[in-house]
């Protein structure tokens, strides 16, 4: 199957840093979309990106789908605690059945 | 909308047990999956569903069963149940031409 590669695996930051992880894969795709999972739950989907180069915010997110469209990058501007997770991005090809994930980036935000 | 859920949240089984883990989704959507997530580690594909009456196996499918009988139900059955199964299951559903999934709360499976 696809790999995506996510980096960095961990992040331990301050609080009111800001934040940033990205995701590369072999294969081209459509979709970029970007999930957080808290402890003890399921992933929640946080930004879907659907244009190579679009940018799009939710709140203080920001994700990027790469102009090779080999790539996302997800920026956490002035974290709090409640950022703390795993942060996982996924791709989709059109047509497919399928996602693939990546590997995840767990944040450790110290207050 | 309630979206998707899962029951039970936690359950203990021995081995050699069986049991049905279930998943609802209320938002018609034909495709449906199965994931499973050890400690630490990333989702793998179990079983999927693209509608009633059509499954087939993801990435990790051994020692599971599933059926998909009805749109909002996708039930998945583990036989002789080993502690190599002991996970976190989760089921998640998307609209056939998005690749949005949406995730239940998950059920935390122990083997002993």
């Known amino acids: 199957g696809q790999q995506l590669n996510q980096s960095p695996q961990s992040m331990f930051i301050q609080e009111g840093e800001d934040v940033s992880m990205n995701c590369t894969s072999s294969?081209?795709?459509?979709?970029w979309l970007w999930y957080k999972q808290e402890p003890g739950e399921g992933p929640v989907l946080l930004i879907a990106?659907?244009?190579?180069?679009e940018l799009t915010s939710n709140g203080r997110l920001t994700a990027q789908f790469g102009i090779t469209r080999k790539d996302s990058f997800l920026n956490i501007s002035a974290s709090i605690p409640s950022d703390v997770g795993i942060y996982f991005c996924a791709g989709f090809i059109t047509g497919a059945n399928n996602l693939f994930f990546g590997t995840g980036t767990r944040l450790t935000v110290i207050p | 909308n309630a979206g998707v859920t899962q029951t039970p949240k936690f359950h203990i089984l021995k081995i050699g047990q069986s049991m049905t883990l279930q998943c609802t989704q209320d938002m018609n959507h034909n495709y449906m999956y199965w994931y499973r997530q050890d400690p630490g580690m990333g989702l793998k594909l179990i079983y999927y569903s693209v509608g009633a009456g059509i499954t087939d196996k993801g990435e990790v499918p051994n020692g599971y069963n599933v059926s998909r009988s009805t749109t909002e139900d996708f039930p998945l059955r583990l036989e002789l149940a080993a502690p190599s199964q002991t996970s976190v299951y989760f089921c998640a559903s998307r609209q056939g031409w998005t690749g949005e999934q949406y995730f239940g709360p998950g059920t935390r499976l122990t083997v002993t």
């Open positions: 990106l659907y244009k190579a180069g």
């Open positions: 294969s081209i795709f459509n979709t």
